[in-house]
C-alpha cells in the first residue's frame, strides 16, 4: 500500500491492518513519504481513531528500526525522554535532568525529538550544544 492509498483508506474511516501498517511505518520511518503524506496520513488515522492493531504495528516497526545504545559493562544506565508536547511552558527539564544523572555518575542514554510546543526539544538543546 503506497501513501496515497493509505492517506485515503483513513479518510474513509477505514482500519489499517497490521500487514499495511507494517508496510507504510517502513515508508514512513525509512525516508520514503514526504512531511505532507506523512502529516495527512497522521491526521487521518488521529480523525478515524487509531485501533490497537495499528499502534501496535507501528511500534513494532519504530523498535525494529530504532538506534540502539549498548550499555553492556556499564553500571548505573538510565534513559530519560522528555514528555514532548505537552503545552506545560516548562523549559526542557529532560535535557538539564541529563546533565545532573551524568554529573552524579549514571551513564545516560537521552533520546527526544525536535520541539512541538516549546522553544526548544531535547533534539534542538543538543544540537545548539554541540553534541
Known amino acids: 500500500m503506497d501513501m496515497k492509498q493509505a492517506i485515503a483508506k483513513v479518510i ?3 482500519d489499517i491492518d497490521s500487514g499495511e501498517m ?8 525509512t525516508g520514503g513519504a514526504t512531511a505532507a503524506q506523512i502529516g495527512g496520513f497522521l491526521v487521518g488515522l488521529r480523525m478515524k481513531g487509531e485501533t490497537v492493531a ?11 528500526l530504532a538506534s540502539g545504545v549498548d550499555i553492556s559493562g556499564l553500571d ?7 514528555t514532548g508536547g ?7 527539564v529532560s535535557t538539564a535532568s541529563m546533565f545532573v544523572a551524568a554529573a552524579a555518575g ?15 526539544g531535547s533534539a534542538d538543546a ?6
Open 54 to 64: 495499528e499502534i501496535t504495528a507501528a511500534a513494532q516497526v519504530m523498535r525494529e
Open 86 to 92: 505537552d503545552a506545560s511552558g516548562t523549559f526542557n
Open 126 to 131: 543538543l544540537e545548539a550544544a554541540g553534541i
Open 76 to 82: 548505573h544506565a538510565v534513559d530519560i525522554v522528555g
Open 12 to 14: 474513509d474511516g477505514q
Open 22 to 29: 507494517v508496510a507504510i511505518m517502513r515508508t514512513i520511518m
Open 106 to 120: 549514571c551513564h545516560v542514554a537521552k533520546h527526544g525529538n525536535r520541539s512541538v510546543s516549546s522553544k526548544s
